[in-house]
């Protein structure tokens, strides 16, 4: 079974910068897809960043500028660097990978970008 176990999250000045972890155990043979997404309260879940196996990204316009993507294939470990954090970022931030045909999803890391 696999489980994914996300840090990083927590309060941040607007301005500021964070780096989320999210680290998947278990039975893995391969992992394709990393990513991560967010849900703001009262708001649909909205990808934010992903990247494939081989390292080909792809990020949503509203972080494009402020956000890398990254992932350590030795340690099945995808990471996300955000910068210049607004008010808007303010979400509940999930780490989803695909393992084959399986979508497994984490818990969720809370990050509040707020004076």
């Known amino acids: 079974q696999v489980q994914l176990v996300e840090s990083g999250g927590g309060l941040v000045q607007p301005g500021g910068s964070l780096r989320l972890s999210c680290a998947a155990s278990?039975?893995?043979?391969?992992?394709?897809?990393m990513g991560w997404y967010r849900q703001a309260p009262g708001k649909q879940r909205e990808l934010v960043a992903v990247i494939t196996r081989l390292g080909r990204t792809a990020v949503a316009d509203s972080v494009k500028r402020r956000s890398t993507i990254t992932r350590d294939n030795a340690k099945n470990t995808v990471y996300m660097q955000m910068n210049s954090l607004e008010p808007e970022d303010t979400a509940v931030y999930y780490c989803?990978?695909?393992?084959?045909?399986?979508?497994?999803w984490g818990r969720g890391t809370l990050v509040t970008v707020s004076s």
């Open positions: 278990g039975t893995i043979l391969s992992i394709n897809s």
């Open positions: 989803k990978i695909v393992v084959g045909v399986a979508e497994i």
